[in-house]
């Protein structure tokens, strides 16, 4: 066994975060600074933000699980040396849509400020030495929502799962379907359904991490068909939003409502895991659900 | 009675006008049939030139015409010998989603579908077609069923949405719908859709992913509604028609956007001036769909309902 999964990706993280940086002056410089001062969303504890992001953006006061990006997920979860998937592509603004902006601006946008070109980007790499695809929805790209790039990139990751013979782990986080697709983002509900009858069909598994936050037409696809349920601490997850209850039901809603551990008292999820402890997890479901080693 | 919506107004105004004629006439020995007759045939074409052309907003309220036939009226209408089968054998029987053993011009089926009610007790009975977790375990029960006694299944799409509530996210309300949406992608049998009312996002996709799926003329088919949308993207209330049209949410869009095989025309002036005849329409699109998909083999079937759906949003 190494030394917890935790510090060796903190290193791994930091070796090539900051070389990628260093060389990168204007990248440098958003580096978070020593004196930066954050508050904790959930106990308002005041934190060096710094300290935050090595204990894996989880508040040491209240364990508060922050959002992170897939970046941050990968070097979590995969042994170094893992190889992005690149995002197959789509169509761009298919209709033509604009609110208060065009879609296809907003696209811009958010591609400006996130890594990858769509909300969801797939990793190959091995888990504590066992082969997997890793896919991660990133909610800072337009809530991570489900349009035609992220259920196509679902589909190309469990696809690539199927010719590695391996399994398949998806990081959920969207607010819910794209909008701006209209229909087409719905559609992606059965699309990404086709694709985990094909991985459940070829007998490889499917796990699942819910992340805060995980709703609407996400929830009610993918994201409640894995083998394994994995949600982590106090991450919302539910088919409704809240405010759409509230308005139907008017009263009150219970404690901890859509909460990860009421999703576990109500039987909707397998395990409830911490951050720090995913990894291993990961490995140990992986071990017995892998019908033979596969490295 | 028809009761008119907003936008039928010059038309309403048009038939009490002859209403009115009428009973005058009645009472009296003036000849005033020609000006009937000449109103009638005035309204009747208004009726047409409107119906001909309706905006996507317009569209969404005909879909949720108050009287718009529904499931049952359909099961009246376009079936026969209909058994009903309750009970999702987990928790409860939900009404806002019907199903049972049904006949098609004769062909034995497996039928499920939204019912939104037709008068407030009813509504309240059927949750206005708003289903919960029940419900879509049920459809799964008979969709199950219905692949195991080689019946095609036949799905009426009618509903707001799935119901926002909190037993119903208690009792895993996405899990119930991702399953119900996987069972109709795993049958072993031919499955025809058909959006005859609203088909209201996952709560709509979940009996919705077929072989086939068709709409009736002024149905709309969306991700949300046009009022939700509105308020998440423009964060007004107010942009709803914008939405609407935005979102492509019209049967017509939706035949441009490959997401539907076929529309079925409604009377005009919509489903709700002529039950009976949309029915028929209806009945007679989903045994051509049915018939279309005869004498293919299981894997066949299974194959192409996957590909309809791995083709949307693929280059």
């Not at chain 1, 013979?165 to 086709?194: D, F, H, N, W």
């Not at chain 2, 010059?10 to 005033?32: K, V």
Request: proline share 5%; aromatic share 6%.
């Amino acid at each position: 066994m190494q030394t917890g999964p935790f510090n060796e990706i903190g290193t791994h993280h930091m070796s090539w975060l900051s070389k990628v940086r260093n060389s990168l002056s204007s990248l440098a410089k958003r580096d978070t600074p020593d004196n930066l001062w954050m508050k904790c969303p959930s106990c308002s504890q005041m934190l060096f933000a710094k300290d935050f992001e090595a204990n894996l953006s989880v508040c040491p006061h209240c364990q508060h699980h922050g959002r992170i990006g897939a970046e941050a997920r990968f070097d979590l979860l995969l042994d170094a040396g893992y190889t992005v998937l690149s995002t197959p592509k789509v169509p761009e603004n298919p209709l033509g849509f604009r609110d208060t902006k065009k879609y296809s601006d907003r696209l811009r946008a958010a591609r400006a400020s996130n890594p990858y070109p769509d909300a969801l980007t797939n990793a190959l790499g091995t888990i504590e030495g066992m082969k997997a695809v890793l896919g991660v929805q990133d909610f800072k790209f337009m809530g991570g929502s489900m349009g035609m790039a992220v259920g196509e990139a679902f589909v190309a990751g469990v696809e690539r799962a199927i010719a590695e013979k391996c399994g398949y782990v998806i990081c959920t986080a969207a607010g819910g379907a794209r909008m701006q697709e209209g229909i087409l983002s719905l559609m992606q509900m059965p699309k990404t359904t086709v694709a985990t009858r094909r991985l459940a069909a070829a007998g490889l598994p499917y796990i699942v991490i819910l992340t805060d936050p995980t709703t609407g037409g996400v929830t009610a696809s993918y994201a409640m068909l894995g083998d394994v349920q994995i949600a982590e601490p106090g991450a919302l997850i539910g088919f409704a939003g809240q405010r759409v209850i509230q308005d139907t039901i008017r009263e009150k809603l219970p404690d901890g409502f859509q909460r990860a551990e009421y999703l576990y008292d109500h039987g909707m999820v397998d395990m409830v895991v911490h951050r720090k402890d995913l990894k291993t997890t990961l490995a140990t479901l992986l071990g017995y659900l892998n019908r033979k080693e596969v490295a | 009675m028809t009761s008119f919506l907003d936008f039928e107004k010059p038309i309403a105004e048009l038939e009490a006008r002859i209403a009115e004629l009428r009973a005058t006439a009645d009472g009296s020995d003036l000849d005033i049939g020609a000006e009937i007759a000449k109103l009638e045939k005035k309204s009747a074409a208004m009726l047409t030139g409107t119906y001909a052309k309706l905006s996507p907003w317009q569209k969404t309220q005909v879909a949720r015409h108050p009287q718009r036939p529904h499931f049952v009226d359909y099961i009246r209408l376009a079936f026969n010998d209909f058994v009903p089968l309750g009970g999702d054998r987990l928790y409860g029987e939900d009404a806002a989603i019907i199903g049972g053993l049904a006949k098609l011009d004769g062909r034995k089926i497996m039928v499920i579908g939204h019912e939104k009610g037709q008068d407030t007790a009813s509504r309240i009975k059927h949750n206005f077609g708003m289903a919960k977790p029940e419900g879509y375990r049920k459809a799964i029960r008979l969709m199950e069923m219905a692949s195991k006694f080689g019946l095609p299944v036949v799905t009426l799409v009618d509903t707001a949405g799935a119901f926002p509530g909190v037993e119903a996210e208690e009792r895993g309300q996405a899990e119930a719908i991702a399953r119900s949406t996987e069972a109709c992608l795993g049958l072993q049998v031919p499955m025809v859709a058909a959006i005859v009312g609203e088909g209201g996002s996952g709560g709509a996709v979940a009996i919705a992913s077929a072989n086939r799926v068709l709409m009736l003329e002024h149905s709309v088919y969306s991700v949300i509604s046009p009022e939700g949308a509105s308020s998440i993207l423009w964060r007004t209330p107010d942009k709803a028609a914008d939405a609407a049209t935005a979102m492509k949410v019209t049967a017509q869009d939706l035949l441009d956007l490959a997401v539907i095989d076929g529309i079925v025309p409604e009377p005009v002036g919509g489903a709700h001036r002529d039950p009976a005849g949309t029915a028929r329409a209806l009945a007679d699109a989903l045994g051509r769909e049915l018939a279309a998909l005869d004498g293919k083999d299981t894997a066949e079937i299974v194959r192409q309902r996957e590909e309809r759906f791995l083709a949307i949003g693929a280059l």
